[in-house]
């Protein structure tokens, strides 16, 4: 069984260096492009998918809808999901990274972009639209350290994506940078001070093969 994860396409946050978190932006014409590279890649590749799951956030979602697209598999089912969303940086979204860097200092900025339990500033003053709406107390942060956002994201691999994988269907997870690291990390037992070495690029594509007993036993980037 395969899983591949993909990264959005670069973003008008990505673009304009600030943090985006729950915030939904879309991407540049030149994220679009990003994933309908990706998408050629996995058609050369020769990888078919039964589902997608992607995050409720336009910039993944339109991602996962363009590699579909241009792999000539738009009609799998797509599931979107809040436990993909990036991090959430509560009061830092929308700020810009270099400004906020000239205000704390680069150490603080490291701490919040890295620290696995570091919390970001949490007086987010958002609103949060109906796409949220049944959602649980609890499970609606006002800000999210590294630690919390893997423990949003694994409960969708054990709940939703293992059982798909053990009927023997392909998978591929459109998601952000620090939702695709979090399952990373849970996959491939990162510890918790080496999160920081995993590289997820805008659009390039991760596939993961697993055997029978849902052990890794390939691993490339296309």
């Known amino acids: 069984m395969k899983v591949v994860l993909i990264r959005h396409g670069e973003s008008i946050a990505n673009f304009e260096n600030y943090w985006t978190g729950w915030l939904d932006v879309p991407l540049t014409k030149k994220g679009e492009e990003q994933a309908k590279a990706a998408g050629n890649k996995i058609k050369m590749a020769q990888l078919q998918f039964d589902a997608v799951f992607t995050s409720v956030l336009q910039r993944a979602i339109l991602t996962s809808q363009l590699v579909l697209e241009a792999s000539d598999q738009l009609w799998v089912p797509l599931i979107k999901t809040w436990r993909l969303n990036e991090r959430h940086y509560g009061a830092l979204i929308g700020k810009n990274k270099d400004e906020m860097t000239a205000i704390y200092g680069a150490e603080?900025?490291?701490?919040?972009?890295?620290?696995?339990?570091?919390?970001?500033?949490l007086e987010y003053a958002g609103n949060f639209d109906r796409r949220y709406q049944n959602l649980a107390t609890?499970?609606?942060p006002k800000g999210e350290s590294l630690d919390l956002t893997v423990k949003r994201v694994i409960p969708l691999w054990q709940d939703q994506i293992i059982p798909l994988l053990l009927e023997g269907k392909n998978?591929?997870?459109a998601g952000h940078g620090n939702s695709l690291r979090a399952l990373v990390k849970y996959l491939e037992?990162?510890?918790?001070?080496?999160?920081?070495?995993?590289?997820?690029?805008?659009?390039?594509?991760?596939?993961?093969?697993?055997?029978?007993?849902?052990?890794?036993?390939?691993?490339?980037?296309?």
């Open 189 to 222: 037992a990162v510890p918790e001070n080496e999160m920081d070495t995993i590289a997820i690029p805008n659009a390039a594509p991760i596939v993961y093969e697993f055997d029978d007993k849902l052990q890794i036993i390939a691993k490339k980037l296309l």
């Open 171 to 173: 998978i591929l997870i």
């Open 108 to 121: 603080q900025v490291k701490k919040w972009r890295r620290g696995y339990f570091e919390m970001p500033p």
């Open 138 to 140: 609890q499970d609606l």
